[in-house]
């Protein structure tokens, strides 16, 4: 079981950064793929961007196309810690980020949201025009 608690969350302008971390518990931390979606107010739960489990060979990363270019996820294991680097943010970016994971799951596989099995509580990225 893993328990995920995100932060980094906040009140931006457009074009500002902001770099969010979800620090995990448990001591497979490794083996778990890790992504993190959002949520905006009225609206589905949608993918933002994954990393493979460390052991996967192929493709480490994968985004959605509204944050590919812009955001970047990265992981360190040593630290039990997945990170999101937003950049270049935009209004349509504003959302409650949610941490995520899946065991052994690949970067890809990760955007199929029934296929997650932990969830953080969530932070708040808001940006303003």
């Known amino acids: 079981q893993v328990h995920l608690v995100e932060s980094g969350g906040g009140l931006v302008q457009a074009g500002d950064s902001l770099r969010l971390s979800c620090a995990a518990s448990?001591?497979?931390?490794?083996?778990?793929?890790m992504g993190w979606f959002r949520q905006a107010p009225g609206k589905e739960r949608e993918f933002v961007a994954a990393?493979?489990?460390?052991?996967?060979?192929?493709?480490?990363?994968y985004y959605s196309d509204s944050v590919k270019g812009r955001f970047t996820i990265s992981r360190d294991n040593a630290k039990n810690t997945v990170y999101l680097q937003m950049n270049s943010l935009k209004p349509e970016d504003t959302a409650v980020y949610y941490c995520?994971?899946?065991?052994?799951?690949?970067?890809?596989?990760?955007?199929?949201?029934?296929?997650?099995?932990?969830w953080g509580q969530g932070t708040q990225v808001t940006v303003s025009s």
């Open positions: 995520a994971a899946a065991a052994f799951g690949t970067a890809r596989t990760m955007a199929n949201i029934r296929g997650i099995n932990y």
């Open positions: 448990g001591r497979t931390f490794s083996s778990y793929a």
């Open positions: 990393i493979s489990w460390s052991g996967w060979s192929g493709d480490s990363t």
